[in-house]
C-alpha cells in the first residue's frame, strides 16, 4: 500500500518570496502523483500532475513541482507568493495500475503574509 | 472542463435521521466516483470507490450499512448517511476520474452537521 507524507503542517512565508512544500511518498510499484489546492469551505482543484516523461512539471498559477524517484518526492515550489495562495496543500498519490484510487497527504497549511 | 456538481453543499439534520448527498457529472460520463471524508484541519480519507452498475468498494472500517453508496448511472453518484450522529458530522467529497488524462475532478463539498 502506498502512503504520503507532508512534513510541514503549516508554512508561512512573506508575500513575494519563494517557497517549497514537501512531499515524499513510499509506494512498491510505480505511481502517478498530484498536487491539489484547497480553499476554505471548498473542493479541491488541481495544481498539477505526473503521469510519467520529464520530472519537472509545471501548473496552474505558476506552480511547479519535481519528480524524484531516488529521494521518493515530489515537492511543490512557486518563485513568488501572493496573498491568494493562502490555502490548504495536499499532494496525492494513485498506484498505477490500481483501480484508481488516490490516496493523500495531511496536508500543509500555507499562509501568506503581507 | 470536466465538471463534478455536489449537492447540498451544507446540511444540518437531527440525531437518527438520513441524510443523501449527490453527486453529478455535468459534461462527462464519470464511471467510477470516490467518496472522501474530512474531518477539521485534516486530510481526506478515501471512504468508498464507487462503480457505475456494480456494488461500491469500501475502504477498510467504513461501515457499508451505515454510508450507503449507489451509482445508477454514469452521470449520478450518491451517498446517503443512515441513522446519523454528531460523530458523522464532517466534510464528505466527491471525485471522478476524467478520460485519458488520468485527472481527477473534485466536487466542491458537503459540510453534514449532526445535531
Not at chain 2, 33 to 59: C, V
Not at chain 2, 85 to 111: K, L, M, Q, V, W
Request: with cysteine.
Amino acid at each position: 500500500a502506498q502512503s504520503v507524507t507532508q512534513l510541514d503542517s503549516q508554512v508561512p512565508v512573506f508575500e513575494e518570496a519563494p517557497v517549497e512544500l514537501r512531499c515524499n511518498y513510499s509506494s512498491s510499484v510505480s505511481v502517478y502523483l498530484f498536487w491539489y489546492v484547497q480553499y476554505p469551505n471548498q473542493g479541491l482543484q488541481l495544481l498539477l500532475k505526473y503521469l510519467s516523461g520529464s520530472t519537472l512539471v509545471k501548473g496552474i498559477n505558476g506552480f511547479e513541482a519535481e519528480f524524484n524517484k531516488s529521494q521518493t518526492s515530489f515537492h511543490l515550489r512557486k518563485p513568488s507568493v501572493h496573498i491568494s495562495d493562502t490555502a490548504e496543500y495536499f499532494c496525492a498519490v494513485s498506484e498505477m495500475g490500481s483501480y484508481d484510487k488516490v490516496i493523500f497527504g495531511p496536508g500543509t497549511s500555507l499562509s501568506v503574509i503581507p | 472542463g470536466a465538471v463534478v456538481s455536489q449537492h447540498p453543499s451544507r446540511v444540518i439534520c437531527k440525531s437518527g435521521t438520513s441524510v443523501k448527498i449527490e453527486c453529478r457529472s455535468l459534461d462527462f460520463q464519470a464511471t467510477t466516483m470516490f467518496w472522501y471524508r474530512q474531518f477539521p484541519k485534516q486530510s481526506l480519507m478515501l471512504m468508498a470507490t464507487s462503480n457505475e452498475g456494480s456494488k461500491a468498494t469500501y475502504e477498510q472500517g467504513v461501515e457499508k450499512d451505515k454510508f450507503l453508496i449507489n451509482h445508477a448511472s454514469l452521470t449520478l453518484s450518491t451517498l446517503t448517511v443512515t441513522s446519523a450522529h454528531p460523530e458523522d458530522s464532517s466534510f464528505y467529497i466527491c471525485s471522478a476520474r476524467i478520460g485519458i488524462n488520468y485527472g481527477y475532478t473534485f466536487g466542491s463539498g458537503t459540510r453534514l452537521t449532526v445535531v
